[in-house]
Nanobody
Framework: QVLLVESGGGSVQAGGSLELSCATS????????MGWYRQAPEKEREMVST???????AYADSVKGRFTISRDIDKATVYLHMSDLKVEDTAMYYC??????????????????????WGQGTQVTVSS
């Protein structure tokens, strides 16, 4: 069973920094990816940053150069370091683990099918 617990959110002034943590249980980082997503009031949830099993990272255009995703395999934790925060970064931030889908009839083969397990979220509020 996969379990994700986010922490590190809070209130900060524009230009400040925060680091979010996602403690995981039941996730094998070498299999599939992890990601951070956010949802602002009355807006759809959007991808912020992802990190694949091979360590490849991706970022939304709006956060490139300001946010950094990383992971500590020994601690089973994924991080999102956010700097130069803007008011428009205000949102609930969620950690997600990609689904590991077995390929039936192909032994231990599997494929990764996008975010399937979500944490409870941590609120980030940026004030001007």
């Amino acid at each position: 069973q996969v379990l994700l617990v986010e922490s590190g959110g809070g209130s900060v002034q524009a230009g400040g920094s925060l680091e979010l943590s996602c403690a995981t249980s039941g996730v094998i980082f070498s299999r599939c990816g992890m990601g951070w997503y956010r949802q602002a009031p009355e807006k759809e949830r959007e991808m912020v940053s992802t990190i694949k099993a091979d360590g490849t990272t991706a970022y939304a255009d709006s956060v490139k150069g300001r946010f950094t995703i990383s992971r500590d395999i020994d601690k089973a934790t994924v991080y999102l370091h956010m700097s130069d925060l803007k008011v428009e970064d205000t949102a609930m931030y969620y950690c997600a683990a990609d689904r590991v889908v077995p390929m039936e009839g192909y032994g231990s083969a599997y494929y990764c099918a996008g975010p399937g397990t979500w944490g409870q979220g941590t609120q980030v509020t940026v004030s001007s």
